[in-house]
């Protein structure tokens, strides 16, 4: 359906440097993490300590850890995680100055929690409403979108990392390779003028875009408002 990308980000201050990067898949091994580590520092020397790797838990991408009955494929992982590497070597080299500032807002409209209160005491993921027998939500959301921006000296947006809690899982139910809504958010974000952009999700717990209350938020819509949130977010940030 659309591209599924690893997105690195790296950051360097008086020879000290670290970086983060952010996989479209569901979840990643320990093995794996040390493995893209270690060739990532090999390539250009950030040490492996200062290195995050973490997925979006999009659930339609390659299978790369065992999962139910998905057994990853040994050739496509080699090459995988050596592109991996070659990502944070890849941002390494074309790193340049920068200022980078925080800033947050809030959306309201993307994640709902899916767990409901039944009246007779149990509790249902994916609740609705329309049963009689729902009594209320089991707890909250985390409507926080955080960026943190990087501008050039002149002004200009280079890049972002942006951070929501939400479950991408728009195609959990085909067979369709997506980056889901993180991958709409990329897109619409360098239709705004932020060319590169890092999703790391929150503490999604039970934030899902399917809404006990009936009112989803599709996949469009879902990277659509994040992209025009942060853009806000970037837009109050403060310089760090």
Known sequence: EDPICARAAV???KGVW???????????????????????????????????VCATHNHAGPAVS????AEPDSGYMATWAAQCAHAIAQAHRDAVEAELSFGRTFEW???ANRRVVMRDGTVRTHGDFSD???????GPIDPEVGVLAARAP???LLGMIVNYACHPTHHMDDDAFSAGFPGVLANRLAGSGCPNMVFLNGAFGNMHTINPIGKSCN????GTYLAEAAMTAAGQAAPL
């Open 66 to 69: 065992r999962f139910w009955d």
């Open 18 to 52: 670290a970086g983060v990067l952010q996989l479209d898949v569901l979840s990643v091994t320990r093995g794996l993490v040390r493995g893209i580590r270690n060739a990532a520092a090999a390539l250009c020397g950030i040490p492996m300590e200062h290195l995050l």
């Open 219 to 222: 996949l469009e819509n879902a």
């Open 154 to 156: 002149e002004g200009q």
């Open 132 to 138: 009689p027998k729902c009594l209320a939500l089991e």
């Open 11 to 13: 950051f360097g201050q």
């Open 109 to 111: 409209r993307v994640a």
